[in-house]
């Protein structure tokens, strides 16, 4: 996904942030009425956020009680080190192995959370992994690290320009229209959506999971 340890509740209340990264660890492996809703804020009415989503659709969610709301700050590829917990969203390479997408990067205290290699959908066949880091490598060709997770192992590639954060703070407030917004959401049979967290772009960082 952590240099910065805590995110603020709507209530402005401080929490552990590992209670937020199941979303980007564990969703996939979830039951099939997980869905992720990428976009930017059209309306907050109580405690219902309006999403236009990144497809065009237009999404209600309904916060759930004690929902939390969290940013995410931009922290550099050389942040990374042997021994960090990282989450890594990739696509197969031409060449072979994996290139990554986006990188969160973990506070120690959240190593192993949602630990795996799971599918998911920030693009057509990209795979999400939380991993903790064997090696991180520099070469005239970029950055590679080598992860390991359930006694496996992957390499992937972390192309210039790849998206690197950690989570940061964030305030019902920063939910305003036009910002951009990440919603790990549970859709029940009848199409309505509900959440209990949001991860919401401030200070010209978006959430790029």
Same mark, same amino acid.
């Given at each position: #996904?952590?240099?910065?340890?805590?995110?603020?509740?709507?209530? @402005?209340?401080?929490?552990?942030?590992?209670?937020?990264?199941?979303?980007?660890?564990?969703?996939?492996?979830?039951?099939?009425?997980?869905?992720?809703?990428?976009?930017?804020?059209?309306?907050?009415? @109580?405690?219902?956020?309006?999403? =236009?989503?990144?497809?065009?659709?237009?999404?209600?969610?309904?916060? =759930?009680?004690?929902?939390?709301?969290?940013?995410?700050?931009?922290?550099?590829?050389?942040?990374?080190? &042997?021994?960090?917990?990282?989450?890594?969203?990739?696509? &197969?390479?031409?060449?072979?192995?994996?290139?990554?997408?986006?990188?969160?990067?973990?506070?120690?205290? #959240?190593? @192993?959370? @949602?630990?795996?290699?799971?599918?998911?959908?920030?693009?057509?066949?990209?795979?999400?992994?939380?991993?903790?880091?064997?090696?991180?490598?520099?070469?005239?060709?970029?950055?590679?690290?080598?992860?390991?997770?359930?006694?496996?192992?992957?390499?992937?590639?972390?192309?210039?320009?790849? &998206?690197?954060?950690?989570?940061?703070?964030?305030?019902?407030?920063?939910? =305003?229209?036009?910002?951009?917004?990440?919603?790990?959401?549970? =859709?029940?049979?009848?199409?309505? #959506?509900?959440?209990?967290?949001? !991860?919401?772009?401030?200070?010209? !960082?978006? &959430?790029? #999971?």
């Amino acid at each position: #996904m952590l240099s910065i340890s805590k995110i603020v509740s709507r209530t @402005g209340t401080s929490v552990i942030a590992g209670t937020l990264l199941a979303m980007s660890a564990g969703f996939a492996a979830q039951a099939a009425d997980q869905v992720r809703v990428r976009g930017t804020v059209e309306s907050l009415e @109580g405690k219902t956020v309006s999403v =236009k989503t990144r497809e065009g659709a237009d999404a209600k969610i309904t916060l =759930k009680d004690g929902w939390k709301v969290s940013s995410v700050a931009k922290a550099s590829v050389d942040d990374i080190k &042997p021994g960090d917990f990282v989450g890594i969203a990739s696509l &197969p390479t031409a060449s072979g192995g994996d290139g990554a997408l986006e990188v969160l990067i973990f506070r120690a205290a #959240m190593k @192993g959370t @949602g630990e795996g290699s799971y599918a998911w959908d920030l693009k057509p066949n990209s795979s999400m992994t939380n991993a903790t880091v064997a090696d991180a490598v520099k070469s005239v060709d970029g950055h590679t690290v080598t992860v390991t997770y359930q006694g496996k192992e992957k390499k992937i590639s972390i192309p210039e320009g790849t &998206p690197v954060v950690t989570f940061a703070p964030a305030v019902e407030a920063d939910l =305003k229209a036009g910002a951009t917004v990440f919603v790990p959401s549970e =859709k029940a049979a009848d199409g309505s #959506m509900s959440s209990g967290r949001v !991860v919401v772009g401030t200070n010209g !960082v978006v &959430p790029p #999971m």
